[in-house]
């Protein structure tokens, strides 16, 4: 699991530091009250041999839009907050493995919203090239947090709290992931992706007005599938509906494709011609080797060329 990782390195104001020394201190808001927001990057090796993120200017600009929901001023530019992220690729890339960086707002100083100060601090994790096998999931008796409690927008620490409750849930049944329901009962997520579900051919996701991320990974299917000529909808969805869906699929920047094979104590995962589709085409745009518009690959200049 990536983050039981302990790299030598993590990026903390504005340079590289040993692990032992990237703390906060525990009277900081970030520490007392959970205050930060973070976006969750992955980078893949291309057939050039450079190391490329996908799609950071949408992470950056999320992670923008939760610092701004919260009150918490942004500390650094694109170009500084690519430039973090490159600098510790660049530490600990290792050509046999992808990396995911998790790069967070952490509210080091302030109190209660006055004076609040944020420093960017990333960590990075080796992540296996290999897509994940279909896993089983179940559904939650935990609810997603509601756009007037704690906005499911937000990419909060606080908000995986939750996810981290049907977590330990889904785990005492067996089940690699879990879906969380709105408080209307509806579908919203899952604990750290979204839901794709195909019906008749047709690929539906909730929108985040059903207390789903507004996802980057989503709005990239949606253009793959634009492509493939796949229709793509987006629109509430009724828990039955994933019983009884054709092929069923859990997306996000960590999970990529990951197709779910059976759900509660439905067997889902049969044939999966759309979604198949779709996961395979997006592999093979993250990893360049049939690039696509909708996917920006950005490589990171800091990191040593694997290729011989
Ligand atoms: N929902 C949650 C709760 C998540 O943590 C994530 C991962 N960032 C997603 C959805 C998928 O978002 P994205 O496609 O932007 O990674």
């Known amino acids: ?172 049944q067996d089940c690699d992931d879990m879906i969380l329901l709105n408080s209307a009962g509806r579908v919203a997520e899952a604990t750290a992706s979204c839901i794709l579900m195909v019906r008749k051919d047709t690929v539906y996701t909730p929108p985040p007005t059903e207390g789903a991320l507004e996802s980057i990974t989503v709005d990239v299917v949606e253009a793959l599938a634009a492509s493939l000529g796949i229709a793509f909808v987006r629109r509430p969805i009724d828990r039955t509906e994933l019983l009884i869906a054709d092929e069923l699929a859990i997306c996000g920047t960590l999970h990529e494709i990951t197709l779910v094979k059976s759900i509660e104590a439905s067997p889902i995962y049969g044939k999966t011609p759309v979604l198949g589709a779709l996961q395979n085409r997006y592999l093979a745009a993250v990893r360049g080797e049939q690039p696509h518009p909708a996917v920006e690959m950005v490589a990171l200049a800091s990191v040593k060329s694997a290729a011989t």
């Open 1 to 172: 699991v990536a983050q039981l990782q302990r790299p030598e390195l993590a990026y903390m104001n504005g340079k590289l530091v040993r692990w032992e020394e990237a703390v906060l201190h525990v009277g900081c808001e970030a520490v007392t009250r959970g205050l930060n927001v973070f976006e969750g990057v992955k980078a893949y090796w291309q057939p050039d041999g450079s190391l490329s993120i996908a799609m950071p200017r949408q992470h950056y600009e999320r992670l923008a839009r939760s610092a701004k929901l919260l009150h918490l001023p942004c500390p650094v530019t694109y170009a500084e907050y690519v430039g973090a992220i490159d600098q510790l690729a660049g530490a600990l890339a290792k050509s046999d493995r992808d990396l995911w960086a998790r790069t967070t707002l952490f509210g080091v100083s302030g109190h209660w919203g006055e004076d609040t100060v944020a420093d960017l601090i990333v960590t990075a994790y080796h992540q296996d090239k290999s897509p994940a096998c279909p896993i089983h999931m179940g559904v939650s008796t935990w609810r997603r947090s509601a756009d007037i409690a704690l906005p499911p927008r937000i990419k909060t620490g606080s908000n995986y709290e939750v996810s981290r409750l049907a977590r330990i849930e889904g785990r005492a």
